[in-house]
């Protein structure tokens, strides 16, 4: 696994095909375009995600515990397995999810 947890890495907002398997535990990638990326089993506990555009993104089995994805577009994006425990969700659209 990459470790990208590092602040260097906050405010990205460019748009990612594949981070499966990487560890983003606490970075700020809020208002990112992260539409259609395979983010399966990344690590994101504690991320700021707030706006993030994720719709139609493979989260599978990744970890979203205490990240902020308030306002965040899930919608068609696969979640099955996904850690949200604490997570805030407020204003995330989540239409389409596959849980």
């Known amino acids: 696994m990459i470790d990208v947890s590092d602040p ?3 405010g990205e ?3 990612y095909a594949a981070l499966a398997k990487i560890i983003l535990a606490g970075v ?3 208002s990112a375009d992260l ?6 089993l990344v690590d994101l506990s504690g991320a700021d995600l707030n706006g993030v555009n994720l ?4 989260l599978r089995y ?3 515990s205490g990240a902020d994805l308030s306002g965040a577009d899930l919608s068609n994006a696969n979640l099955t397995g996904v850690n949200l425990s604490g997570a805030n969700l407020r ?6 999810a596959i849980q």
């Open 35 to 40: 539409s259609g990326a395979n983010l399966a």
């Open 62 to 64: 990744a970890n979203l």
């Open 91 to 96: 204003d995330a659209v989540l239409s389409g």
């Open 13 to 15: 907002s460019r748009r």
């Open 28 to 30: 700020n990638l809020s």
């Open 8 to 10: 260097r890495y906050s």
């Open 55 to 58: 719709s139609g993104a493979d």
